[in-house]
């Protein structure tokens, strides 16, 4: 599958829903977190900075995966990744959290401890896709700035909504466990979106 068989529509609508994704799942990760660590400004901070690794880890993998290989398979695969870690995380979380407890204490060593095993992976995953997105979208380097920005401004609105929605909306609704596994399942959906529309591009 190559990257002239992409859909530009269906990487930027990607790009938005996993934004949303990504954020959405950060607050998550504080309802996760809070019952054993507390909700102080320490567990925030361990929060945010393994947000904030995760994407520098992501952007980094993405750029030299999407260089040797263009192609939507690769996206795709970080997408599923992403997913099945949400998937496990329900009946996972409180059992780790326990143990890390447990053994660590409630210091900012456990704290990170527990957010990694939260969000780094999934979310390291999900950050490979911009500079993938960016890469598959350019016909000329004349685009460059604007596809980069198209890219990025894109997914950081996916991000506010996700924040917003996810925040205001899904927890006093339906609860964390449920949403993560809605969350899972619309990174599926993506996955399959963009394997479909590339099939019938090509």
Not at 17 to 24: A, P
Not at 26 to 37: C, D, V
Not at 134 to 154: A, C, H
Request: charged share 10%; glycine share 12%; hydrophobic share 55%.
């Amino acid at each position: 599958m190559s990257k002239e068989s992409a859909p530009p529509f269906l990487i930027y609508g990607v790009a938005f829903m996993v934004g949303c994704v990504l954020m959405g799942f950060e607050m998550l990760g504080s309802r996760y977190l809070f019952p054993w660590f507390g909700g102080g400004i320490g567990t925030w901070a361990g929060l945010i900075s393994m947000v904030l690794c995760a994407l520098a880890i992501g952007y980094f993998a993405g750029g030299i995966i999407v260089d040797r290989q263009p192609s939507l398979y690769s996206m795709c695969i970080a997408i599923i990744g992403a997913a099945i870690w949400m998937v496990l995380v329900p009946a996972s979380a409180d059992p780790v959290m326990s143990w890390i407890l447990a053994h660590i204490g409630d210091g900012p060593p456990a704290i990170l401890l527990a957010s990694a095993a939260l969000l780094l992976l999934p979310l390291t995953l999900l950050g490979t896709l911009s500079p993938m997105a960016v890469r598959l979208l350019l016909r000329s380097t004349k685009e460059t700035g604007r596809v980069s920005g198209l890219v990025y401004g894109i997914s950081t609105m996916g991000n506010v909504f996700g924040t917003l929605f996810t925040t205001f909306f899904l927890i006093p609704a339906i609860g964390s466990r449920s949403i993560t596994y809605l969350y899972a399942a619309l990174l599926v959906v993506c996955a399959i979106g963009l394997f479909i529309g590339a099939r019938r591009k090509a």
